[in-house]
């Protein structure tokens, strides 16, 4: 059963603020207690570098470590532990991909398919591969609430010379879950490779990479319950054997020469140089644990509960907008009429309610919405509909003096 007020009470975050309400997952997530946990354990009680050290704490780390490969391999659906490489979060990863594939497999005159509903970090990173090789940048199309419209993507691969297609599994603004499964399988039709930005999707929906055919998947720790600082890339193990590292140092290589050769080891060993997040690694493995213990589909159904409740209850408000009705991915992002977001942010922010606004790094998301500047409130396991309620009296009774008496 899902127990919200059980899953409350191993969140310190949650006890040790009991007026919060926290309604910003979407940027990072509250940590539960194992995780804590296992970080101050590794300092605490079993610190030592990973695969370098002749002793037992070493061996041990190094064993988790590697364990924690094999926990996120399983968590994503991917079969072979080596198609997991960490990185420092999802922009690491995305970077990561988009360097190696514009020096690789791009060439003047080919096309990189994105989207207007890109974070900066899976969009950036193109338009510096696309400077460097000469490739174009393409957007499909979207309908005009900013969902993906599938009729239009599979146009955009008429006489044209599509190598990659970037795209979000869910857009961390608009909270709609991109039909992946699909994208991927048009893509490979038309001999494209696809990079899926999953920062939103794999904390909130089971993902299975080989059900859905990715070819690279990127997402962070952080978001999903576990430590800062760490990242994954997951990419199909051809494709990670034919890229190169961004850097290079310690404990990706086999041997390197005078000359300069240098003899890289297999992947993930060669994308992973110097020392890594290993605490960061640890807490991962726990948050998937704690994850999975509660229940991936039950964590997912009660996002789209809480969203689909707050959208209803806003959606009886005259003074408020929503952009993004039917959203799944426990994402509802609104305005309220006539009054600027950060300010609204300010007056939610002195009766303890945290949520984000702006572009939230969606710069070109704008123009599609019709709006600047939002507030977005992103709900996770934790977050309950008596939140949400109280979240919604406020609304009610916020103008324009309130939120200017609360910015100064
Ligand atoms: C959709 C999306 N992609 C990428 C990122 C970047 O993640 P990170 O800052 O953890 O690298 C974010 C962060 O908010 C995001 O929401």
Known sequence: MFDVNKIRDSFPMIRNNPELIYFDSSATSLKPQCVIDTVVNYYEKETANIHRGDYDISFDVSKAYDNTRKTVAGFIGAQDPNCIVFTSGATASLNTVAINFGKKFLTEGDVILTSELEHASNILPWFKAAEESGAKIEYVPLNVDGSFNLSEYVKCFENKRIKIVALPYVSNVLGYINPVKQICRIAHENHALV?????????????????????????????????????VLYAKFDLLNQMDPIFYGGGSNARFFKNGEIMLKNSPDKFEAGTPCIEGVLGLQSAIEYLETVGMEKISEHCEQLSNYFADKLNDLANVTVYNRGSKAGIVTFNLKQIFAQDAASYFNANHISVRTGNHCAKLLPNIINASETIRASFYLYNTFEEIDRFVELIKDTTIEKCVDSVL
């Open 195 to 231: 990079c899926i930005d999953g920062a939103q999707s794999v904390p909130h929906i089971p993902t299975n990479v080989k059900e859905d055919d990715i070819d690279f998947l990127a997402f962070s720790s952080h978001k999903m319950l576990g430590p800062s600082g760490v990242g």
